[in-house]
């Protein structure tokens, strides 16, 4: 059966619900045109806010929370071989110390992942009588551990971004079963060719199973518009508010620009939020012009940004896989200061904005800015139509899911 008019099975953290995940929205489209029925599995049980979806999109929401006697139990799988394979894993191919961290991790991702599994099983019950069914994980995580152990030949994808990626960013410096993911699924889907080399080498996948699937976003510009001199300079950011973005790092960098008119915008929210509040008061209360807008919308961003015409967009984050935040500054031809960690560096170049230090000092931030805004206008230029040339050469959604769908998901 031609799998392009059977089911996928989209399993998410948050989407279609909340703020979370919005880059999934410019996907979507191209998965309705593939397949005859998407079924969205959520972990989001309570939020009342839901993005528009076609009439094929069904939503199951599922409560992935283990309560503590399912907790305590998944020390039974002590006596398991999926659990002792991982241990030896750990220890000789990834060579990291084995901690009670590490164990308890492993069993309760094995008792979420076979939840997972059991759930999904019954939803393969349900639509693959007739129809060919795909298994989508949106995150390499414990919902990809289910798909992972869910029997049958059925296709089951997996992508694989930042956060889920590197062991490093994890506290305990290590990511659950990981080989088992890579070996029983047919694709890893990463973000970036430095996701790439990381899951083959890292996680010794084998090379055979792994593609690099560029995310990607919309543009809502057809061509750049030139911009002109104005007494203030514009500057944005938007990500959530973690420790993982630094946007402290951002503030600092701003108490250091002499001599220019600034106004900064900040779109994202998050626990931090109250936090970096009145951080920024502190240092930049009548300094310059700021604003933090907590959650936006998706296309609330872009419209600002078509409203305030920012000069500069700016990350400064210790980990990441590739922004979409980044891509989407691009699609509106707005050049960006970012540091060089994770995949940063195949987006951000000189020539397109500036790529700094892994961790820059607020010195280094504040100069590269007040370094373009002395550029002439037509310098300007050169930066902004190579902004979105490098989005409409390597991060355009139409190109990226198009492939990705057609290529990876459906044949």
């Known amino acids: 059966m031609d799998s392009s008019k059977g089911v996928i099975v989209l399993i998410t953290e948050q989407y279609p619900f909340g703020y979370m995940e919005s880059f999934i929205e410019s996907e979507i489209p191209y998965l309705e045109k593939n397949y005859k029925k998407i079924v969205i599995v959520t972990g989001d049980v309570s939020s009342?806010?839901?993005?528009?979806?076609?009439?094929?999109?069904?939503i199951v929401r599922q409560d992935r929370e283990l309560g503590w006697v399912s907790k305590l139990l998944s020390i039974r799988h002590v006596f398991g071989t999926v659990f002792w394979k991982e241990m030896v894993k750990v220890k000789d191919d990834y060579g990291i110390g084995i901690t009670l961290g590490?164990?308890?991790?492993?069993?309760?991702?094995?008792?979420?992942?076979?939840?997972?599994?059991?759930?999904?099983?019954?939803?393969?019950?349900?639509?693959?009588?007739?129809?060919?069914?795909?298994?989508?994980?949106?995150?390499s995580n414990d919902s990809a551990i289910g798909i992972s152990l869910l029997s049958g030949n059925d296709r089951k994808i997996v992508r694989v971004h930042g956060s889920d990626l590197y062991f490093e960013q994890s506290e305990i410096r290590y990511l659950p079963y990981r080989s088992l993911i890579g070996n029983n699924i047919d694709l890893l889907c990463v973000i970036s060719a430095t996701g790439y080399d990381y899951v083959v080498n890292r996680w010794k996948t084998d090379p055979n199973k792994v593609r690099i699937a560029r995310l990607g976003v919309e543009s809502s510009i057809s061509k750049?518009?030139?911009?002109?001199?104005?007494?203030?300079?514009?500057?944005?950011?938007?990500?959530?508010?973690?420790?993982?973005?630094?946007?402290?790092?951002?503030?600092?960098?701003?108490?250091?620009?002499?001599?220019?008119?600034?106004?900064?915008?900040?779109?994202?929210?998050?626990?931090?939020?109250?936090?970096?509040?009145?951080?920024?008061?502190?240092?930049?209360?009548?300094?310059?012009?700021?604003?933090?807008?907590?959650?936006?919308?998706?296309s609330d961003v872009v419209e600002m940004y078509n409203e305030i015409n920012p000069d500069l967009f700016i990350n400064v984050s210790s980990s990441e896989?590739?922004?979409?935040?980044i891509m989407e500054a691009m699609s509106l031809g707005i050049p960006c200061v970012a540091t060089a960690v994770g995949g940063t560096p195949e987006i951000v170049n000189c020539n397109n904005g500036f790529l700094l230090e892994k961790n820059p000092s607020p010195k280094d931030i504040a100069g590269v800015i007040m370094t373009y805004e002395k550029l002439l206008i037509n310098e300007k230029e050169v930066f902004q139509r190579a902004a979105w040339n490098t989005w409409n050469s390597d991060f355009n959604a139409e190109k990226n899911y198009t492939l990705f769908t057609e290529e990876m998901l459906v044949k």
Not at 109 to 138: H, P, V
Not at 321 to 325: E, H, L, N
Request: hydrophobic share 35%.
């Open 224 to 298: 750049l518009t030139t911009k002109k001199n104005r007494e203030e300079m514009v500057l944005v950011s938007c990500s959530n508010i973690l420790p993982v973005k630094r946007l402290e790092l951002v503030v600092d960098g701003l108490t250091e620009i002499k001599g220019l008119k600034i106004r900064w915008v900040h779109c994202g929210g998050g626990k931090g939020f109250e936090s970096l509040k009145k951080y920024a008061f502190d240092k930049l209360e009548g300094l310059i012009e700021y604003e933090l807008k907590g959650f936006m919308a998706n």
């Open 102 to 139: 590490i164990i308890k991790t492993a069993l309760i991702s094995l008792s979420q992942g076979l939840k997972n599994a059991k759930m999904y099983g019954e939803l393969k019950s349900k639509y693959s009588e007739n129809e060919d069914i795909t298994f989508y994980s949106y995150w």
């Open 48 to 58: 009342e806010k839901q993005r528009k979806l076609s009439n094929n999109v069904e």
């Open 321 to 325: 896989g590739i922004p979409v935040s």
